[in-house]
């Protein structure tokens, strides 16, 4: 009984969200954008309030910080610190 309530949920929310998958990945990929921004805006010269917090995420971000900056219209990486490209 219960497999067949969390197959119903799944089949539910795959045709609720069907039409907007696009969106959905989008909006996503702008939440990520604004979060590497702040995570990254203290070393581009942004004063960031919140620096001291987010230093612990940076080995965790590393991986994906090229694809962001690229996405950003960014050919090489803004930092001077590393390179990754």
Request: net charge negative; with cysteine.
């Amino acid at each position: 009984m219960l497999d067949k309530l969390k197959k119903l949920i799944q089949y539910y929310e795959e045709v609720i969200s069907l039409p907007h998958k696009g969106e959905i990945a989008r909006e996503l990929r702008d939440e990520d954008d604004i979060f590497f921004l702040l995570l990254y805006s203290e070393m581009i010269g942004i004063p960031n309030p919140v620096y001291y917090y987010t230093l612990e995420l940076y080995p965790y971000m590393l991986e994906e910080f090229h694809e962001w900056h690229l996405r950003m219209g960014m050919d090489h990486s803004p930092l001077s610190g590393f390179r990754c490209c």
